[in-house]
């Protein structure tokens, strides 16, 4: 059963850059009073919606990949991450905010099995790319202070790191960079269904095949997304290879059963819940992994 939250009031986006991700649904709802919703559902099947000069852009909230992988037992593997030495390699401001979202994803994985060492590691990475993009407010020595306080709590951590991101999602916003907060979103994305493929190849599940398929909407919107902020055609590759992708995406047939609608009153918020069902044949399974895989590598591999 999936939930998706109707909200008024929207938040920035911190989800990709952390993430995992799960299946679009959000929107506004017009009979509700505007200015009352002012915090994330930052459940495992939730969404998050970003507001982009007026436009609602719906992504998935923080962390779900990587809560979805502990819930059905798959060990811990370092050998998906990008590795943080890499770091360096990225100097041009489009390199430095796809790579930003990569490592929000790889610091959310880490953070959720409880690898200290490797999340101060990421930690890092992300603090030299937040400072080379003038980030650095978001992730200053008061949020490292806090992080490693708090390194024996998964959920204070990933609030944590959800405040970060907001914080410098914000400030993108605010200073017009809203073409560096679309990177960072499709780093975040394109790392977690990455992820997602792996996984699936290495213990095959009913769970995560759908949290793939869920990502054709998803894949949508990001395109969207990226071509409405694309600065100078410096995303034309990228986009034309998620179009690629999702030729891929088509393929996969899903189907929604609805159910009535659940208002909260007291906050203002409706939840809308449904059944989905995915069908996916192993041959678009594996194309759509190898299509990722490349997208991924393209990314990281400067």
Request: with cysteine; aromatic share 8%; hydrophobic share 35%.
């Amino acid at each position: 059963m999936k939930k998706s939250t109707i909200q008024t009031t929207i938040l920035p986006i911190v989800g990709a850059a952390i993430i995992g991700f799960g299946m679009i649904g959000c929107s506004e709802d017009p009979e509700m009073d505007s200015n009352t919703i002012d915090k994330e559902v930052l459940d495992m099947d939730g969404s998050l919606n970003s507001v982009f000069d007026g436009k609602i852009f719906s992504i998935p909230s923080p962390i779900q990949t990587a809560y979805l992988i502990q819930d059905l037992d798959i060990p811990f593997n370092d050998g998906m991450l990008n590795d943080d030495s890499n770091v360096s390699n990225y100097v041009t401001e489009y390199d430095q905010a796809l790579n930003l979202g990569v490592y929000g994803a790889d610091l959310g994985y880490v953070s959720i099995y409880e690898e200290k060492g490797a999340a101060m590691s990421y930690l890092t990475a992300i603090k030299k790319l937040t400072s080379s993009l003038n980030l650095s407010s978001a992730f200053d020595t008061n949020f490292i202070d806090r992080f490693e306080a708090n390194s024996e709590d998964q959920d204070s951590m990933v609030q944590l790191m959800s405040d970060a991101f907001g914080k410098a999602d914000n400030f993108l916003k605010k200073s017009d960079r809203k073409n560096v907060s679309a990177l960072v979103l499709a780093g975040g994305w394109v790392e977690s269904l990455y992820f997602s493929c792996e996984l699936y190849n290495q213990k095959a599940s009913d769970k995560m095949l759908k949290r793939i398929g869920e990502q054709k909407q998803t894949l949508t919107t990001l395109i969207e997304l990226l071509s409405e902020y694309n600065m100078d055609g410096k995303s034309d590759d990228l986009i034309a290879q998620l179009k690629d992708l999702h030729d891929s995406f088509e393929k996969i047939e899903l189907t929604y059963e609805y159910e009535a609608p659940e208002t909260d009153q007291k906050n203002k918020i409706t939840t809308l819940t449904h059944r989905l069902t995915v069908k996916m044949s192993d041959e678009v399974m594996n194309d759509i992994r190898t299509k990722i895989t490349t997208i991924r590598t393209n990314i990281i591999k400067r």
